[in-house]
């Protein structure tokens, strides 16, 4: 099944909720990086936490998260919109001798979220990242930055496939909505961490009514929530949007002294995109034609 996002809420409670498959855009993203499982794993649940939390945002927007940790995982960084276009990458992409959470994550780390409009940014914050988990530290500042009471569940599955390393990635997010009985939210985002909901999203297939069975579990009991109500929204995919004109915000970072030793060796310069990998080679003309560029006039590709 391709990837897709939902957005919807209980007509009765003020209580949104967005729901994402993302498993083609997650084994894109790991087959790109090469990652072991386990970061695999770690990158799968970020990109789809994200993915999550960008669906809220109004057009042109975009939300970039950079998780830093303390334990052999270092960074994972994440930009989504939602217009569903998503790229990130994690480091590094080697995480097997990571025994444990604690060994994978260490004792703490931060968690940064900027919220942007056409590159221009609106809100930025940064808090503590100390729940081990990349999906729960992201709401942890949803909660926290945000003021917005949130919960979310993410569910991966990998296959020893080099050419599709993701079986299953999927997730849903609660949000309370301003008025939301925060008694009864937070019973709903109990039930979505129980077993049951579990199960449901750990299906290896998506039935036409898989949405459905989770948001009854996740509401059970709960009679004022009234009827589900909801709408498809852009499907979540990879996109990254670097290209060698892009290039030359890198190339005019470099101090002088760097730029005339390159000149002098006349040798070509290799960049690479963290997201997605791609290997730009940038001969001295290129690099000259930068830097007498100026910021924002690089042309368009």
Not at 35 to 51: E, I, K, N
Not at 86 to 102: C, F, N, V
Not at 240 to 255: F, W
């Amino acid at each position: 099944m391709p990837d897709i996002l939902y957005k919807g809420r209980w007509t009765g409670g003020e209580v949104a909720f967005a729901y994402a498959v993302t498993t083609d855009t997650v084994a894109e993203v790991v087959r790109r990086h090469d990652c072991d499982p386990v970061s695999a794993h770690v990158l799968g649940r970020a990109l789809t936490g994200s993915v999550l939390a960008a669906s809220s945002l109004g057009e042109g927007e975009r939300l970039n998260v950079r998780w830093a940790y303390e334990g052999l995982l270092r960074t994972v960084v994440v930009d989504a919109g939602p217009d569903g276009a998503t790229r990130g990458w994690i480091s590094p992409t080697s995480l097997a001798e990571a025994a444990d959470a604690e060994a994978l994550y260490g004792p703490g780390g931060e968690v940064k979220v900027i919220r942007s409009h056409r590159g221009h940014v609106l809100a930025s914050g940064t808090v503590r990242a100390e729940l081990q988990d990349v999906v729960q530290d992201l709401v942890y500042f949803q909660c926290i930055s945000d003021q917005v009471e949130s919960g979310a569940m993410v569910m991966i599955h990998l296959q020893p496939d080099p050419a599709r390393p993701v079986a299953l990635c999927r997730g849903l997010l609660l949000h309370a909505l301003p008025g939301a009985d925060l008694v009864r939210f937070d019973r709903l985002r109990a039930r979505l961490a129980g077993e049951a909901a579990r199960d449901l999203m750990s299906r290896d297939t998506e039935p036409d009514n898989l949405l459905e069975d989770v948001l009854h579990r996740v509401a059970e009991g709960e009679r004022e929530l009234g009827a589900v109500e909801y709408q498809a929204e852009p499907a979540p995919h990879f996109r990254c949007t670097c290209n060698r004109h892009k290039m030359g915000a890198v190339l005019r970072a470099l101090p002088i002294p760097d730029r005339m030793d390159m000149v002098k060796k006349k040798e070509d310069v290799v960049v690479n995109c963290r997201f997605c990998c791609e290997r730009y080679v940038l001969t001295v003309e290129d690099c000259i034609r930068a830097w007498n560029t100026k910021p924002g006039q690089d042309p368009v590709e």
